[in-house]
T-cell receptor
Framework: DAKTTQPTSMDCAEGRAANLPCNHS???????VYWYRQIHSQGPQYIIH???NNETNEMASLIITEDRKSSTLILPHATLRDTAVYYC????????FGAGTTVTVRA | DAMVIQNPRYQVTQFGKPVTLSCSQT?????MYWYQQKSSQAPKLLFH???????NEADTPDNFQSRRPNTSFCFLDIRSPGLGDAAMYLC?????????????FGDGTRLSIL
């Protein structure tokens, strides 16, 4: 069962930052927060993950609140190719995908 | 350069006719996973191999089985496919098991049942 809550959908403008929220209020101390995305007809793509510190890589930044009950994925400059379903997952020993957020980037 | 390769991308089989889906990886990862993703739903884990150790999810139907003959290859066997088994089947790998191990997915095989 998914342990996260995400908005069903969101729009963002091309070239602007996209901030994707996720609530995981029941996360336990040794569980990581993972973000994946799935572009239509492709397999899920790993984006980033973290335990309690903020993380950044070439794709995105992950901001985790101090109490670890929520996080935000930031796509710094959204492009049309970032249109996808974004999944926030709290990792036990496996990935339990929820419904995710359908992100549509508009020109 | 694809690192988790699933062939074919599309597979059609007949109701009740056994079918095998294949997955190979060039990452030399210890763990390989199979997920089922039905239309408009999220992926759902069926089972995984940690090296040669097979781990089945509790609610995976008996109709689904898997083989891992070596590190690089893993197969999903559906013994008697029903119409409800039509789905995208996704293979993934991770270097090790555990919570700090990203999974890397292939692009899936879309299975249709006639």
């Amino acid at each position: 069962d998914a342990k996260t809550t995400q908005p069903t959908s969101m729009d963002c403008a091309e070239g602007r930052a996209a901030n994707l929220p996720c609530n995981h209020s029941t996360i336990s101390g040794n569980e990581y927060v993972y973000w994946y995305r799935q572009i239509h007809s492709q397999g899920p793509q790993y984006i980033i993950h973290g335990l309690k510190n903020n993380e950044t890589n070439e794709m995105a930044s992950l901001i985790i609140t101090e109490d670890r009950k929520s996080s935000t994925l930031i796509l710094p400059h959204a492009t049309l190719r970032d249109t996808a379903v974004y999944y926030c997952i709290v990792n036990d020993y496996k990935l339990s995908f929820g419904a995710g957020t359908t992100v549509t980037v508009r020109a | 350069d694809a690192m988790v390769i699933q062939n074919p991308r599309y597979q059609v089989t007949q109701f009740g006719k056994p079918v095998t889906l294949s997955c190979s990886q060039t990452l030399n990862h210890n763990v390989m996973y199979w997920y089922q993703q039905k239309s408009s739903q999220a992926p759902k884990l069926l089972f995984h191999y940690y090296d040669k150790d097979f781990n089945n999810e509790a609610d995976t139907p008996d109709n689904f089985q898997s083989r891992r003959p070596n590190t690089s290859f893993c197969f999903l066997d559906i013994r008697s496919p029903g119409l409800g088994d039509a789905a995208m089947y996704l293979c993934a790998t991770s270097r090790e098991g555990g919570k700090n191990q990203p999974q890397h997915f292939g692009d899936g095989t879309r299975l249709s049942i006639l």
